[in-house]
């Protein structure tokens, strides 16, 4: 078994000497290891997501909702009096998190002036030129103690759509 003590300071020689005794199970480490660890993992990190989903998955993806894999389309709805919704489609995803891209909408039905109604996911090629480094993104995954999956991209949740149009209203 290994340990590392790390400090913002430095270490006095008997700490030093005392490491030497444990036979390289304890690492001494300042805040410039700290740094370097930052910044290694920091290289690591892909900002645009979108370069992580070919043109093939969507498709695929899109062809597995249509026969029959509801869960890969994903709502959320915002707000009290104004109420938005956000559709998307699920790309990847691990037991904890996965990888969801915004799905344009279209409006099915709304009221004379505009202000309310209700709207679906475009669900056909046109998502093929929505994808972007904007329009890709992470979520942290959840399942809860019945088995209903929710995401959660640190403003919206997501639910598995219902495949019904979803009301929207932008009176305040």
Known sequence: MRGQFVTTSRYLPGVAAF?????????????????????????????????????????????????????????????????????????????????????????????????EGHEVPILDNRILTERSGATVFRAKRSVDSQGHVSYWDGRNLYFKWSRQACFFSHID
């Open 19 to 115: 490491a030497g005794r444990c036979e390289g199970r304890l690492e001494l480490k300042t805040s410039a290891d700290v740094a370097d660890w930052c910044g290694q993992a920091q290289q690591g990190i892909i900002r645009d997501k979108s370069v992580l989903v070919s043109d093939q998955h969507l498709l695929s993806a899109l062809s597995r909702f249509e026969r029959g894999s509801h869960d890969l389309v994903v709502h959320a709805h915002t707000g009290y009096r104004t109420i938005t919704n956000s559709f998307a489609l699920v790309l990847k995803e691990t037991r904890h998190a996965a990888l969801l891209m915004y799905l344009p909408k279209r409006i099915v039905g709304q009221d004379g002036h505009g202000l």
